[in-house]
């Protein structure tokens, strides 16, 4: 089945810094991928997507492009703030049923 | 105007309780899910009807049951509690389902803690 993985955390940073996450995911032919963001006590919210091979997905300054050679879709930001402070989920869907098969979860701290 | 409400917010209970939440969404969308995260924060897909109808029942004891009512709701009825129950159960919607790609919307979630 499909499943997808993404680098255990924590991260932490300092204001500023660069964030890369690596995502990589297995399923056969052409997934769609999503990053998800929760920040603490909230639900989840989608923060970038993309729906075949080379699209770039981007948002709030955060970026992901989808690689199907190397199956991955990481996720980066050239300057974290603060608030980039959360739980990052990388996941798929693909085929009838529009169903999310979630990475592991990363969580990212950001320090002043 | 809240996408996606759920409630309660909170749930604490004894085990072999049985307890219900309840999912609404107002945005016109045709599917509905429920999510399980656990402690680890991994995040799993339970069920998912579309109009009405299951679609997706990913192998969840039947001590789970989900209700459609209409289209925008989806509850979810827990029977006979038990501590691995204890979870955040998290509903989303979406436009539709028949092909993968629509995004989720999430609700704000419900904490289970069984006791």
């Known amino acids: 089945g499909n499943s997808v993985t993404q680098m255990e955390g924590p991260v932490t940073l300092s204001e500023e810094a660069f964030l890369t996450i690596n995502c990589t995911y297995t399923?056969?032919?052409?997934?769609?991928l999503f990053w998800y963001v929760q920040y603490p006590g909230e639900g989840l919210q989608l923060l970038l997507k993309?729906?075949?091979?080379?699209d770039k997905g981007s948002n709030k300054g955060f970026e992901a492009t989808y690689r199907k050679e190397t199956t991955s879709f990481h996720l980066e930001k050239g300057s974290v703030q603060v608030s980039d402070s959360a739980v990052y989920f990388c996941?798929?869907?693909?085929?009838?049923?529009?169903?999310?098969?979630f990475g592991g979860g990363t969580r990212v701290l950001v320090k002043p | 105007d809240t996408a996606v409400s759920q409630t309660p917010k909170y749930l604490v209970t004894q085990m072999g309780n049985d307890k219900s939440i309840k999912c609404e969404q107002n945005?016109?969308?045709?599917?509905m899910y429920w999510y399980k995260q656990d402690s680890k924060k991994f995040l799993k897909i339970m069920f998912s009807?579309?109009?009405?109808?299951?679609?997706i029942n990913e192998t969840v004891p039947n001590r789970f049951s989900p209700k459609s009512p209409d289209k925008a709701h989806l509850n979810l009825h827990i029977n006979s509690l038990e501590l691995g129950d204890s979870a955040v159960y998290f509903c989303?919607?979406?436009?539709?389902?028949?092909?993968?790609?629509?995004?989720?919307?999430f609700g704000p979630g419900t904490r289970l803690t069984v006791t």
């Open positions: 989303a919607s979406s436009q539709d389902s028949l092909a993968g790609g629509y995004e989720q919307y």
């Open positions: 399923a056969t032919g052409y997934p769609s």
């Open positions: 993309a729906t075949k091979a080379d």
């Open positions: 996941a798929l869907t693909q085929g009838a049923g529009n169903k999310l098969t």
């Open positions: 945005l016109g969308h045709d599917t």
């Open positions: 009807y579309n109009n009405k109808e299951l679609i």
